[in-house]
């Protein structure tokens, strides 16, 4: 029997991106897979893009009573509920480090005896992901970051923070858009660009930011570009405080590492860091490298507060956990085809090596549930 994906709509609020795409939907139809393909008013793809096609178009959440056999192919994780689920799903679980409420969310697959393969666990055999977001989530978070950093130059009498941030159809829009502002502010600024240090700038997702930094016109002599050998010696770091805006793009593992800041070392004499925008982030955490925020924010409420004391400006922290949906054409199309070669082999998925090592981590994550 051919193997059935399902591809759900998000629940998310704006999460526009999909990981599959009608270009790689219509690769798994030509190689035999069945796909259908739920109605979504807030997918970046139109429903007759992938009906033009040859998927099968059902309704907007109809993945509930699909075939227990259907792989149902998401994002981002579901909605809060106590239902077991009895399907195999591939998807961001955000639930494999401990997370709140990650013990919840797991054993509704335990008891409903479906199964997890957590996106952020295909990896290839050297431990390497197969698919990431990590380019466009460095490039949004950059955007973002400089928008605020704008927003406190051009509004310094006001209290009130950076509102809604609009979604672009392209990346072109979103840098035009960002160029446009940062011009306004740059003589707030003694027309000085902002100082900006990139730590993890070696990785796509640093690499990303950089990019985004400057195709806005910030010089190159204005980014710290940072790795492992500028962090080896271990934070805190006072070229972050002395920065305007921070962007930390290090990947969170198992493995704690000396914070890269913390609010005392925010909080000396002499601060000039305005924005924090932490791309990587897990603010719960305990190997969180940027311990100075506790909450998620969104493209509705882009920032928070950072609780510092001294003689600083205002500092906000970004902590959007869906950057790359500001730009979700160019990052689901880029992320469709690097899942692609993976979604081909499911019909194999029992000795594939991708994904019965996704099923060991779920497996082992299942047996640290609480009894």
């Known amino acids: 029997m051919p193997t059935t994906l399902h591809?759900?709509?998000?629940?998310?609020?704006?999460?526009?991106?999909?990981?599959?795409?009608?270009?790689?939907?219509?690769?798994?139809?030509?190689?035999?897979?069945?796909?259908?393909?739920?109605?979504?008013?807030?997918?970046?793809?139109?429903?007759?893009?992938?009906?033009?096609?040859?998927?099968n178009m059902v309704p907007e959440g109809?993945?509930?009573?699909?075939?227990?056999?259907?792989?149902?192919?998401?994002?981002?994780?579901?909605?809060?509920?106590?239902s077991p689920l009895n399907h195999t799903h591939i998807q961001f679980g955000h639930c494999y480090k401990n997370q709140d409420g990650w013990a919840a969310y797991l054993s509704?697959?335990?008891?409903?005896?479906?199964?997890?393969?957590?996106?952020?666990?295909?990896?290839?055999?050297?431990?390497?992901?197969?698919?990431?977001?990590?380019?466009?989530?460095?490039?949004?978070?950059?955007?973002?970051?400089?928008?605020?950093?704008?927003?406190?130059?051009?509004h310094p009498e006001s209290d009130t923070p950076l509102g809604a941030i609009p979604l672009y159809p392209s990346a072109q829009d979103l840098v035009e858009s960002v160029k446009t502002v940062v011009g306004e502010a740059l003589p707030k600024n003694a027309a000085k660009p902002p100082r900006v240090i990139v730590i993890g700038a070696n990785g796509?997702?640093?690499?990303?930011?950089?990019?985004?930094?400057?195709?806005?016109?910030?010089?190159?002599?204005?980014?710290?570009?940072?790795?492992?050998?500028?962090?080896?010696?271990g934070g805190p770091f006072p070229e972050v405080a002395s920065s305007d805006i921070f962007i930390n793009c290090v990947y969170?593992?198992?493995t704690a590492i000396p914070p890269f800041t913390t609010l005392e070392a925010l909080s000396q004499p002499g601060r000039n860091l305005r924005v924090i925008c932490d791309v990587s982030l897990d603010p719960n955490n305990p190997n969180n490298p940027v311990p100075v925020y506790k909450?998620?924010?969104?493209?509705?409420?882009?920032?928070?507060?950072?609780?510092?004391?001294?003689?600083?400006?205002?500092?906000s922290v970004v902590s959007i956990d869906h950057l790359p949906s500001l730009v979700a054409r160019e990052a689901s199309d880029e992320f469709s085809k690097l899942l692609l070669p993976s979604l081909l082999t499911l019909d194999q998925r029992v000795t594939e090596g991708v994904w019965t090592r996704a099923q060991k981590v779920f497996e082992e994550k299942v047996a640290e549930l609480p009894y």
């Open 7 to 55: 591809l759900r709509s998000e629940t998310k609020q704006l999460e526009r991106r999909s990981p599959i795409s009608p270009a790689t939907a219509k690769v798994l139809l030509d190689a035999g897979y069945i796909l259908n393909v739920e109605h979504s008013p807030g997918r970046i793809y139109r429903d007759d893009e992938f009906a033009s096609i040859g998927a």
């Open 62 to 82: 109809s993945w509930v009573n699909a075939p227990t056999d259907n792989i149902i192919v998401g994002l981002k994780e579901l909605p809060d509920s106590t």
């Open 108 to 154: 509704r697959f335990a008891r409903g005896n479906g199964l997890l393969y957590d996106i952020e666990f295909l990896t290839n055999p050297d431990g390497r992901r197969v698919a990431a977001f990590g380019y466009w989530a460095g490039y949004a978070g950059a955007a973002i970051a400089l928008l605020v950093w704008c927003h406190q130059l051009l």
């Open 204 to 233: 796509r997702c640093g690499t990303g930011a950089i990019d985004l930094c400057k195709a806005v016109g910030i010089p190159n002599d204005s980014i710290l570009q940072w790795d492992l050998a500028e962090t080896a010696r």
């Open 252 to 254: 969170i593992g198992s």
């Open 295 to 315: 909450d998620y924010t969104t493209f509705v409420k882009p920032t928070l507060p950072v609780p510092v004391k001294g003689d600083g400006p205002a500092l």
